[in-house]
């Protein structure tokens, strides 16, 4: 991704989908109660394009800004289409920026168990893709590929003592695999990769519900439309009696449906934002 080519993307598009957003809903405008925009973490060029657009919707409609953080809304996603789902429970949040487990304990109160050391679980999926000649974005075509593949490659797992993850060892072998053998098939690989990182989030959640007793796990995050993360998460929830929850896969990748969602949460806690909010690159969860 070119940071300012993405920027400039969104200043082209961002009043038009608001527009449409707003017809499609059958609104005006004034009807809406509240501005909601992520103001971290992400790229920042692209992050000051909706700042700066929220806030200026924000004072010429006279209505309060609300700043997101862009986390908080994909775990917010999942309220969309679980309208009956409601904290506590544990977050898989799985993206291409960020991996960690979050023990979401109210709409708004966080602690974060656990996270990457290294390479967020969907850079890992991007970085293996490109290796292997699937190109960006690389983890719906590693999902595709891995249908017709069979998971028979062994693949290392890095452990740690807590609920902290690792995605480069994982994600070098495949890369020294596939140069040292070019005949490996690809198939095979990806869905051994598949098949090795799913265990590996599989078997960091089990450990979440042991130590926090909370047995309702959602799934957040562009890597959570993966077929074979879901169906070892579904497994799961037959196996060991856990309720699974994971976002429609529209609402897997970024979105700002999502946005909204987290920002009405924020909202009715009364936590508003001013003309001040500035984009925040590396913003983390409190
Ligand atoms: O959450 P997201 O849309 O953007 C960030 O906030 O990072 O996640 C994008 C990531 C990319 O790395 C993309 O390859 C991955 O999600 N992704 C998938 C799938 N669909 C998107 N990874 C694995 N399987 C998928 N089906």
């Given at each position: ?6 920027s ?49 919707l ?14 908080k ?15 506590p ?7 291409g920026?960020?991996t ?87 198939e ?6 598949e ?12 450990e ?24 070892k ?29 987290a ?6 806690a ?14 983390t969860?409190?």
């Open positions: 991704m070119v940071p300012e080519i993405a400039r993307n969104h200043v082209e598009v961002i009043s038009n989908v608001m527009k449409k957003a707003v017809n499609e809903a059958k609104i005006e405008l004034e009807d809406i109660d509240a501005i909601a925009c992520t103001y971290g973490p992400g790229l920042v060029g692209a992050l000051l394009v909706g700042v700066s657009y929220a806030k200026a924000s004072y010429a409609l006279d209505k309060p800004l609300v700043g997101v953080n862009h986390i809304g994909h775990i917010a996603a999942n309220y969309i289409t679980y309208p009956e789902l409601k904290p429970f544990i977050c898989m949040m799985m993206s920026g960020n960690q487990i979050i023990q979401v304990k109210d709409y708004n109160t966080f602690e974060v168990l656990g996270k990457t050391k290294d390479d967020a679980i969907g850079e890992a999926f991007d970085k293996v893709a490109r290796v292997i000649g699937l190109g960006y974005p690389g983890g719906p075509k590693i999902d595709k590929l891995a249908k017709s593949g069979q998971p028979n490659i062994e693949l290392p797992k890095t452990h740690f003592d807590n609920l902290n993850f690792s995605f480069s060892g994982i994600k070098t072998a495949v890369i020294n695999l596939h140069h040292k053998e070019p005949d490996v098939n690809k095979d690989l990806a869905a051994s990769f098949e090795t990182v799913s265990n590996i989030l599989v078997e960091h959640a089990i979440a519900v042991k130590l926090t007793r909370i047995k309702k796990i959602v799934l957040a995050g562009g890597v959570s439309a993966n077929t074979c993360i879901r169906r998460f579904d497994e799961l929830s037959k196996k060991d009696d856990l309720q699974i929850y994971y976002p429609e896969i529209k609402l897997c990748t970024d979105n700002g449906a999502m946005i909204a969602s920002g009405y949460y924020e909202f009715l009364g936590n508003k934002s001013n003309l001040e909010l500035n984009a925040i690159p590396n913003l969860l409190s």
